[in-house]
């Protein structure tokens, strides 16, 4: 299994607080995505990085910020969570290459009341 | 924009059922094709890709093929598992503006195989 640790694995949370999602890798893969998975619409992009300290925004990256500081970290904030935020967190990383598979975590089940 | 299609679930089958589930592209390029599958409180895992027209790819006696000329990337298996129950999500690699890749996913569709 390739080395990827999503953190928490669940949290709840108040709206109006911000919160912190961590993905590590032990990959050393330069692509790293932070995707949300909701009923009904798959997965969407969310935030991706393609080396430390590059990043942009995905199709749904409202309300969200994220950092990559060092290759193998790439964190994801709600910097003032809302309800429509409760979702399930998918990190996934890749070698980036043309035809390479993405290796996702376990996830993050994040509930915000 | 780029987009992924699947058929609608639950899909519900007898263990030994053929299986079909249909994905659908929309892609301005030539995108690689990939099916990943969901098991139950886990992360996806890729399951077969395809890389361009015509290319078949299999894994798990799971198959599926590249139809350029109607757009399609179907799922098929001739005999399904009960342990072959899960969520099964067709996607796309696109390229990003200034050529960086990202996989553009269907909702998903579930499969559950009764005994």
């Known amino acids: 299994d390739a080395g990827i640790t999503q953190s928490p694995r669940h949290k709840v949370t108040e709206t109006g607080t911000p919160v912190t999602l961590r993905c590590h890798q032990t990959?050393?893969?330069?692509?790293m995505y932070w995707y949300r998975q909701d009923p009904g619409h798959g997965l969407r992009l969310i935030h991706y990085s393609y080396g430390v300290k590059d990043t942009d925004k995905g199709e749904v990256s409202d309300g969200y910020s994220v950092s990559r500081s060092k290759t193998e970290d790439f964190l994801l904030t709600l910097e003032s969570a809302t309800s429509s935020q409760t979702s399930v967190y998918f990190c996934a990383i890749s070698e980036g290459t043309v035809n390479t598979e993405a290796f996702f975590g376990q996830g993050t089940r994040l509930t915000v009341v | 924009g780029n987009s992924v299609t699947q058929m609608e679930g639950p899909v519900t089958l007898s263990e030994e059922a053929f299986l079909t589930i249909n994905c659908t592209y929309t892609?301005?390029?030539?995108?690689?094709l990939f099916w990943y599958v969901q098991y139950p409180g886990e992360g996806l895992q890729l399951l077969l890709k395809?890389?361009?027209?015509?290319d078949k790819g299999s894994n798990k006696g799971f198959e599926a093929t590249y139809r350029k000329e109607t757009t399609s990337f179907h799922l098929e298996k001739g005999s399904v598992q009960v342990s072959d129950s899960a969520v099964y999500f067709c996607a796309l690699q696109d390229m990003f503006s200034g050529g960086y890749n990202k996989l553009i996913f269907g909702a998903g569709t579930r499969l559950a195989v009764h005994p």
């Open positions: 990959e050393n893969h330069r692509y």
């Open positions: 892609a301005t390029g030539y995108p690689s």
């Open positions: 395809a890389t361009k027209a015509d």
